[in-house]
């Protein structure tokens, strides 16, 4: 699917951030964008950007956790372009704090958004790529899948998941013509880290004896943002997978993504928790 242009593909988490940049690029490219996520404020206003006559651009609100929203979001894409070539999974958010004191449905809801979902659009979308043997799956991972880290242990675990639901998916739809790939942002200047923030609401005065912890790993993430890239770095990366004839199994960015996956896997264990500063 080297040709971009005419081909239809839905971004999911796309009122903001990467989603949004993703959303451009891809536009800008030739293609027809389904834009998706909750705020449908946010959605129309970049659908009118992309393409003011409405023509190349369909915006749905969803809640992609709900199987009719789920179902709408697909069939309406369907009626509209006829097709769908390529699904960009971004949706997500991030809860923050250690695993003895954060709520257990508050640990679902953020694996309902982060997998579930993302699985469940995926099996929606499979069935006409593999008959047309074409076809896109690209989901947003994160650095945090291979490097996990205190405190952030279950956000970290949901984009693990990822890594191993790419390397099945890959191997499952290889034989039909449908690619998978990967991607691995670092630190991206977006909403995220706020949204963050407001999804672990109440989690700080709850800390107890992991308190001194957090402030360091706090520290760490202020350290972090100096090295936070634009959204577009990501949604370059989103673009070449799609080009690609071959996409690369997985795709990082920016540079210091890069060198903290190489750091991981020639490091000790030890010595990679002092170089994230993330070792008391």
Do not use: C
Not at 37 to 43: H, P, S, V
Not at 113 to 133: D, I
Not at 264 to 279: D, S, T, V
């Amino acid at each position: 699917m080297p040709e971009l242009a005419g081909q239809v593909v839905i971004v999911t988490g796309a009122s903001s951030g990467i989603g949004a940049a993703t959303a451009r690029r891809l536009g800008a490219a030739g293609m027809r964008v389904v834009v998706t996520a909750r705020r449908a404020d946010r959605l129309e206003a970049l659908a009118r950007e992309l393409d003011p006559t409405g023509e190349r651009v369909l915006s749905i609100a969803a809640d992609l956790t709900d199987e009719h929203d789920r179902h709408r979001l697909v069939g309406d894409a369907v009626v509209r372009f006829g097709r769908i070539d390529a699904l960009v999974n971004n949706a997500g958010f991030a809860v923050r704090g250690p695993l003895e004191r954060v709520p257990i449905d508050l640990i679902r809801r953020n694996y309902e958004t982060n997998v579930f979902s993302l699985l469940a659009l995926t099996q929606l979308v499979l069935p006409a790529m593999r008959e047309r043997r074409s076809g896109r799956i690209v989901l947003i991972g994160s650095v945090a899948g291979r490097i996990a880290r205190p405190l952030s242990s279950i956000y970290d675990s949901t984009k693990h998941a990822l890594e191993a639901l790419a390397d099945g998916l890959r191997g499952e739809l290889a034989p039909f013509g449908v690619r998978v790939a990967l991607i691995r942002p670092g630190y991206i200047a977006t909403e995220f880290s706020a949204a963050a923030d407001q999804a672990s609401q109440g989690l700080e005065e709850q800390l107890g004896p992991y308190a001194p912890f957090a402030e360091a790993s706090h520290r760490s993430l202020q350290n972090l943002k100096r090295y936070a890239a634009d959204p577009d770095v990501i949604a370059r990366l989103v673009e070449k997978a799609l080009r690609a004839r071959r996409p690369a199994m997985r795709y990082s960015a920016p540079f210091h993504a890069k060198v903290l996956l190489f750091a991981n896997g020639l490091l000790p264990r030890r010595m990679m928790a002092w170089f994230l500063r993330l070792k008391r």
